[in-house]
């Protein structure tokens, strides 16, 4: 009897751990480039709502449904990026030259929407400081490209069916 008391012990401990699990861990050189960019914002341990499928037409229709769950991760906001990260792990990646992302405030959380339709997802969090307006604010100025502090950025467009030549 000693023995499972043992057992059950170590394995609350070990589960207790892993809920308390640190994801802030960058790499070297992710840190020198953050420090180089400037952190505007930086928020470690978050737990994120992440919602694939969102806002899908097909849903609608009776076709795939929004699966969500919980992730901790932490992220990273400087004047020319925004990482959302386990650790070295990299959930989403936004620069300015990215495509397909969007940022929104409903209440006290943000919403990074990345991709459309079924490819689409949505991560959405709480910030700890409780400025969601700040944070949408700073991660929309690295989406926009506002943030960029070199003006060489080019803008390249691909031609649409319709465009002639």
Known sequence: ?????????IALTLALAGCAQDTSRLTPAQEARFQEEGVVRRAD????HYTHDYASRSYYRGGTRENREDRRASIVVTHRSVLIHKNEKVGIEI???SRRYDVNRREGRVLIHAGTGRTGEVWSFEPPDGDAEGWTQAIRAVIRGSAAPD???TTRRGRSRTSRG
């Open 1 to 9: 009897m000693k023995a499972a008391s043992s057992w059950v012990s």
């Open 45 to 48: 341990n978050v737990v994120f």
């Open 95 to 97: 620069t300015p030259r």
């Open 151 to 153: 003006s060489s950025r």
